[in-house]
């Protein structure tokens, strides 16, 4: 374990002050405890020696017998109080890293949150945090203890009697080569590992979240079969590590025991104790302590197994923490007014290397007026919608609201003056009213359910929910329905006051009734307000102030909707298929044909 192999574990260490202190007094107290251990059985030794002395001696006898009961009784005492003490440190430090890890998280730009990925992240916070926990629980006090109680042994054994102590070095050379195999870091096997850790937790969020769609699609041989084959690979992963170090394992359980080391005192001493080189009582005292150097190495290779694990995790969870956020402006502009502007905009994602999703983008949406996104899909329309709140930096150009560049703007209060409502909702779990409370915390109930009534939800929550404002929506809102979720989602923004509002197509996914009532929420959201919303179908968004069609990720028409259809260019020909789409219907028993795939579509009606 050198110190450049610490590192890692180190600087996360030292973002806790009082995590080092504490992790300082906890290996001193195993030291104790280690050193304690041994001076105890020192007295022991020396207390069966006056025993069989040829004139024993009552009060020595006493003594010895006294100061090996308050060596063991420190020894065990240290031990057990530097184990509270490290375990206390280990949680502290996974809480100063898990609220560390979320702030950075929440600071850094979505896309590269997205591209982490839910597997890796999960894996960081949760197992990597753990690893470093159990270094930090464990490994400080035996590291104390493993490392005083050899050299008190060794300080021991030469100072009573110099002759078994060269016995015993004999057997720490054959030792500490064991250890070596042992202690080695196969870091290839153990990145094999981690990717299949990370893979495994991926498929199990996978699973989990589609499990609607599993278990309607499932044909009994493919539903299972990505989180399987993640699961091989993650057994193969194991099985590699493993069979890297059986030989070494083997050799191990045959060397580094105390049973071989005493065998080999015993062989030269009892011959010494023949000759009189040593006594009775020293030989005890080898008995007794000379294993301790060679039985400390069987912890150490344990603890240098913690170091490796959590020196990984500690690696990942540094290079997670060293992610830089959106950077911050040091002289701050508050914008004048609600309107948003896009100029000249050019903007990829850095996993589509360098491909451009916008180019040259220009976009003006005055303030109190309504601009919609229209085109095919990928056409750059969501990705419009997510850098005006900054979810991302633009490559070139400048994303403006209120005449003020967002990079100019805190993100908090860019955020204030935002408000977004996505086609797929989501809710954290907790309560209606939490979820309510999200776009402004302070909120009174009273404001909570003001938006809420406005949203067109009050009356659901109190009559449908047995709990009321205080039920629980489940796993990413799981227990309400699409339309449910949509509208309280909408009563989070029309709490947060924002004045400009972008709408991702936020009624794509819900029934007649609920899309009603989501319409009716979301008028009363944007009446007064800047709005920017991505239309799918076309009819939503007819009588808007401005429409800007975008294709390929470039502004080929703008205009309001009588114009662009007369103009018969790219939005005519979405307007065309639009209406072609709408009249789409089937009648009679020939649906289950078409769906089959019939050729034959008489039946259709167009």
Not at 47 to 68: I, K
Not at 199 to 214: L, S
Not at 377 to 392: E, N
Not at 491 to 513: C, G, K, N, W, Y
Request: proline residues 5%.
């Amino acid at each position: 374990m050198s110190d450049s192999g610490m590192k890692p574990v180190s600087d996360l260490v030292g973002l806790s002050p009082g995590v080092r202190g504490q992790l300082t007094r906890a290996l001193a107290l195993g030291a104790l405890g280690g050193a304690a251990g041994v001076a105890g059985y020192v007295c022991v030794a020396m207390a069966v020696g006056e025993l069989f002395a040829a004139q024993p001696s009552g009060s020595a006898l006493a003594w010895w017998v006294s100061f090996a009961l308050v060596g063991l009784v420190v020894s065990f005492g240290s031990r057990w109080l530097a184990e509270q003490v490290a375990h206390h440190a280990s949680f502290e430090l996974e809480v100063v890293l898990r609220r560390r890890l979320a702030d950075a998280l929440a600071k850094m730009p979505l896309g590269v949150v997205q591209r982490l990925g839910s597997g890796r992240i999960k894996k960081v916070m949760q197992d990597d945090v753990a690893a470093l926990h159990n270094v930090v629980a464990d490994a400080m006090p035996f590291f104390g203890a493993v490392a005083a109680q050899p050299i008190a042994a060794l300080i021991a054994l030469g100072i009573v009697q110099w002759k078994l102590l060269i016995v015993v070095l004999l057997v720490v050379p054959v030792a500490m080569v064991s250890f070596s195999l042992m202690a080695r870091d196969y870091t290839t096997q153990r990145a094999k590992y981690n990717d299949a850790n990370e893979n495994v937790n991926a498929a199990v969020v996978e699973f989990v979240q589609g499990m609607p769609v599993v278990r309607t699609f499932d044909d009994g041989r493919t539903s299972f079969r990505r989180f399987s084959d993640s699961v091989d690979a993650f057994t193969e992963a194991i099985g590699a590590w493993t069979a890297t170090s059986r030989t070494a394992s083997v050799f191990n359980k045959l060397v580094i025991v105390p049973l071989p080391t005493l065998l080999v005192i015993a062989a030269a001493g009892v011959p010494m104790l023949a000759l009189d080189w040593i006594t009775a009582p020293e030989l005890l005292l080898g008995l007794l302590i000379g294993a301790m150097p060679i039985e400390a190495i069987s912890p150490l290779m344990h603890l240098t197994n913690y170091v490796n694990d959590s020196k990984a995790g500690a690696v990942r969870i540094g290079e997670l923490l060293a992610i830089p956020p959106l950077p911050e402006p040091a002289s701050p502009r508050v914008p004048s007014d609600s309107s948003v502007s896009l100029r000249g905009v050019t903007f990829s994602y850095s996993t589509d290397r360098g491909a451009p999703v916008l180019s040259d983008v220009d976009i003006e949406i005055p303030a109190g007026t309504v601009c919609a996104l229209v085109g095919p899909s990928g056409s750059g329309k969501s990705t419009v919608a997510r850098l005006i709140p900054r979810f991302y930096d633009v490559d070139e150009g400048s994303v403006r609201v209120g005449g003020v560049d967002v990079r100019d703007m805190r993100s908090e209060v860019l955020l204030q003056h935002v408000a977004l409502v996505f086609q797929d909702p989501f809710l954290i779990e907790g309560t209606i009213a939490e979820n309510i409370r999200l776009g402004r915390p302070g909120a009174t109930d009273a404001e909570v359910e003001a938006a809420a009534r406005a949203a067109a939800a009050h009356d659901f929550i109190v009559t449908e929910l047995q709990d009321g404002y205080d039920s629980q929506v489940g796993e990413r809102g799981g227990r309400l329905s699409g339309g449910q979720r949509q509208r309280i989602t909408i009563a989070r923004a029309i709490l947060s006051d924002a004045q400009i509002v972008v709408l991702d197509e936020a009624t794509a996914f819900t029934d007649p009734e609920s899309e009603a009532a989501i319409q009716d929420a979301i008028a009363r959201l944007t009446k007064g307000r800047t709005v920017l919303v991505i239309a799918h179908r076309l009819s939503t968004v007819v009588d808007v102030d401005r429409i800007v069609v975008l294709d390929n990720g470039k502004v080929v028409e703008r205009g309001k909707h009588p114009d662009l259809v007369a103009a018969n260019g790219r939005y005519a020909a979405l307007w065309a298929r639009h209406e072609q789409a709408s009249t789409w219907g089937l009648v009679g028993n020939r649906a289950e044909d078409l769906l089959a795939g019939s050729s034959d579509k008489k039946d259709v009606k167009l």
